[in-house]
């Protein structure tokens, strides 16, 4: 029999380790990541707007991938990546500033979280009622006042959708630059309320450190997440927006402040609420769930819970000890990890890890996926490959442990980023941090397809598995 060629050979390479992966004789924990990509035909159900709709007594707020619609993804993704890295940045320089030198009968309501790609985000969003007028705001659990585009307005960024005109809502009120509302600001913002041109009302600034920022008024409205209404919400009317909002209306701060949706709403939801990210298949439908409303969760795994970890200078975030990570069932060994916790953040796309983790995790996982060839890095992305040809690949799974027993299971969707549609570059879908000492974060991107519950009260975020639906 003739040698077999160098092409045949390798050829007969991938094929027996597909044929290892497919029969499950490794030792690895894997998942498949999908490459295929079908053509959509008629008016896929992402061109919609974000609707509401009530389950067993619960407002389902639906999240849709619109990436259909994108022109020059690969552009637009970089840019993403790179306003992506300034929110990072500006979360790490709030840390250094920060640095030292019983309720009963609470409601549930559900509403439906959509991914924002049709805002130009790659952010999560959903549409809350203020007054009688309909707001899509992106999903924040690092922020905390919510805030919309108001008319009439000095310097505001285009966005889908009319802005918010409080001079026709007879339900709002201006707050008053003496409240203790408006002195309240100093703690969610980092800047005192004043009396500027209008002395009356209690004017607002928040920046976002990356050149972002938002300014106008605090004012008082009616908010409603479906059939379910909540009087006397404090907001940010925005006279004057700049930064990385994409075309959403505004934010919705579901931090941990005084000011945050989730405390003005306590009475109402008990300080409890979660979401379902969804992934990127087109279709996919996630949801916001304000209460604690366990029953009409869908969750394929039991719900894990670990504790908030205390941090006085950062008490509005929520902040957990990430105690390890697997790949492929391996154990990354890195002695960063229990060392001051990591923030658990809606409001980053991409996960960062210290760079001591970042390193352990990236080798172990060249480890398992072997065999491929690489690719050029792609902005913060630098380990990549191209799989062009083939629909779907196995790869090892990634699992990070919390404090407690808590796990979440990164799905597939998490793992790698396409960032060309012929599949010739697709990323880990992870980030290195510059230095040791800064706090990693755990973005939207690693939680896709699992149920994140936030108990502001028990001091608790818990995790479980759940496929977000389909509509």
């Not at 309501?109 to 999560?124: A, E, H, M, R």
């Not at 969003?125 to 006042?145: A, H, R």
């Not at 998490?414 to 755990?442: N, P």
Request: glycine content about 10%; aromatic content about 10%.
């Amino acid at each position: 029999m003739a040698e077999a060629t160098p092409v045949l050979q390798y050829f007969l390479f991938l094929l027996s380790l597909y044929l290892v992966i497919a029969n499950g004789v490794h030792s690895y924990d894997r998942k498949t990541f999908n490459l295929q990509r079908k053509q959509q035909h008629g008016t896929p159900p992402g061109c919609r707007l974000p609707v509401s709709r009530r389950e067993r007594g619960a407002i389902i707020l639906e999240m849709k991938e619109r990436g259909q619609y994108l022109e020059k993804k690969a552009d637009w993704l970089e840019k993403q990546l790179a306003l992506d890295a300034h929110h990072v940045r500006s979360i790490q320089n709030h840390i250094l500033k920060k640095a030292p030198s019983q309720i009963s009968d609470a409601m549930e309501t559900q509403v439906p979280l959509t991914s924002g790609i049709k805002f130009q985000t790659l952010n999560y969003i959903v549409t809350m009622g203020l007054g009688s007028q309909n707001m899509t705001v992106i999903v924040d659990t690092g922020s905390d006042l919510t805030w919309v585009q108001c008319e009439p307005c000095q310097s505001c960024y285009n966005q889908k959708g009319p802005l918010f005109k409080s001079s026709t809502s007879p339900s709002f009120q201006s707050i008053l630059c003496n409240s203790t509302t408006c002195q309240s600001l100093q703690l969610t913002t980092g800047n005192s309320g004043a009396c500027d041109s209008s002395p009356s009302n209690c004017s607002y600034v928040v920046n976002y450190g990356d050149g972002s920022f938002t300014s106008g008024e605090l004012g008082i409205e009616k908010l409603s997440f479906g059939g379910v209404s909540v009087s006397n919400f404090v907001f940010g009317c925005g006279r004057n927006n700049k930064g990385l909002f994409g075309g959403a209306s505004g934010i919705m701060g579901l931090g941990r402040s005084d000011l945050s949706i989730i405390s003005q709403t306590n009475a109402t939801f008990g300080g409890v609420f979660s979401y379902c990210l969804p992934s990127t298949q087109a279709g996919a439908s996630g949801s916001l769930v304000m209460g604690n409303q366990s029953g009409i969760f869908k969750n394929v795994t039991p719900i894990a819970y670990t504790r908030m970890v205390p941090n006085v200078q950062l008490s509005n975030f929520y902040i957990l000890n990430l105690t390890g990570i697997d790949v492929g069932g391996v154990p990354v060994q890195a002695s960063s990890f229990g060392n001051g916790g990591v923030i658990l953040d809606s409001g980053t796309v991409i996960s960062r890890l210290a760079p001591s983790v970042y390193k352990a995790v990236k080798a172990k996982l060249l480890e398992q996926f072997s065999g491929f060839p690489s690719a050029p890095g792609f902005s913060i992305l630098d380990t990549c490959f191209n799989l062009t040809g083939y629909e779907e690949v196995s790869i090892p799974a990634i699992r990070m442990h919390f404090e407690g027993n808590a796990e979440m299971n990164v799905d597939a969707a998490g793992i790698f980023y396409l960032v060309k549609q012929d599949a010739s570059q697709v990323c880990l879908a992870l980030a290195s941090l510059s230095d040791e000492y800064e706090m990693g974060i755990i973005g939207n991107y690693q939680q896709r397809n699992q149920r994140v519950i936030y108990d502001a009260k028990l001091s608790m975020v818990g995790f479980a598995g759940e496929p977000c639906s389909f509509s």
